[in-house]
Antibody, heavy 125, light 108 residues
Framework: QVQLQESGPGLVKPSGTLSLTCAVS?????????WSWVRQPPGKGLEWIGE???????NYNPSLKSRVTISVDKSKNQFSLKLSSVTAADTAVYYC??????????????????WGQGTLVTVSS | EIVLTQSPATLSLSPGERATLSCRAS??????LAWYQQKPGQAPRLLIY???NRATGIPARFSGSGSGTDFTLTISSLEPEDFAVYYC??????????FGQGTRLEIK
């Protein structure tokens, strides 16, 4: 059973950099899956931040691309998120998730099938 | 960017009733659509992928249908544990991955 666990500071100062790590257990980060970050402001909906493949290939949400960096550490079976120049609008529960590959009808796609429990990051001075 | 619009925003039903949730895409996503369930204080859970396929361990009372721009999640007979928020998400035009704004299913 794949498990994901987020870790990192729960409080970040405005204009600072938010840094989180997601440790993956029960499976290899080098498997044929993408690894994502998704966030959810308090009381609001879900926003996809970006994803990384074990090769280091990344995709980012264009609305956050200028501030986001996602990296992978295969030796530690984990991946990380950095979000720079944060403001109060970046206050949210941050989830890491696996985008598992699903195939049907001769085509394949990726969906978020395993999630961490989420960690609340508050941006405040 | 593809916009997903879910309706209704809130659905009030009783256990045992049938629930029908809608998700409409601003342009075709083919069948690359998923549904997630989220309970308070928990991470979302994958229910349906590729519009109509149940994920592992999901009860048969959950079903998905649709293609192109119009999709439906149906819960045939509501159990007490089904009251939650449901999100649709498209994987057709990627990036970015977009979610709908959610439908809250509450006990009447």
């Amino acid at each position: 059973q794949v498990q994901l666990q987020e870790s990192g500071p729960g409080l970040v100062k405005p204009s600072g950099t938010l840094s989180l790590t997601c440790a993956v257990s029960g499976g290899s980060i080098s498997s044929s899956n993408w690894w994502s970050w998704v966030r959810q402001p308090p009381g609001k909906g879900l926003e996809w931040i970006g994803e990384i493949y074990h090769s280091g290939s990344t995709n980012y949400n264009p609305s956050l691309k200028s501030r986001v960096t996602i990296s992978v550490d295969k030796s530690k079976n984990q991946f990380s998120l950095k979000l720079s120049s944060v403001t109060a609008a970046d206050t949210a529960v941050y989830y890491c998730a696996r985008s598992g590959i699903y195939c049907s009808g001769g085509s394949c796609s990726y969906y978020f099938d395993y999630w961490g429990q989420g960690t609340l990051v508050t941006v405040s001075s | 960017e593809i916009v997903l619009t879910q309706s209704p925003a809130t659905l009030s039903l009783s256990p045992g009733e049938r629930a029908t949730l809608s998700c409409r895409a601003s342009q075709s996503v083919s069948s690359y659509l998923a549904w997630y369930q989220q309970k308070p204080g928990q991470a979302p859970r994958l229910l349906i992928y590729d519009a109509s396929n149940r994920a592992t361990g999901i009860p048969a009372r959950f079903s998905g249908s649709g293609s192109g721009t119009d999709f439906t999640l149906t819960i045939s007979s509501l159990e007490p544990e089904d009251f939650a928020v449901y999100y649709c998400q498209q994987r057709s035009n990627w990036p970015p991955g977009t979610f709908g704004q959610g439908t809250r299913l509450e006990i009447k």
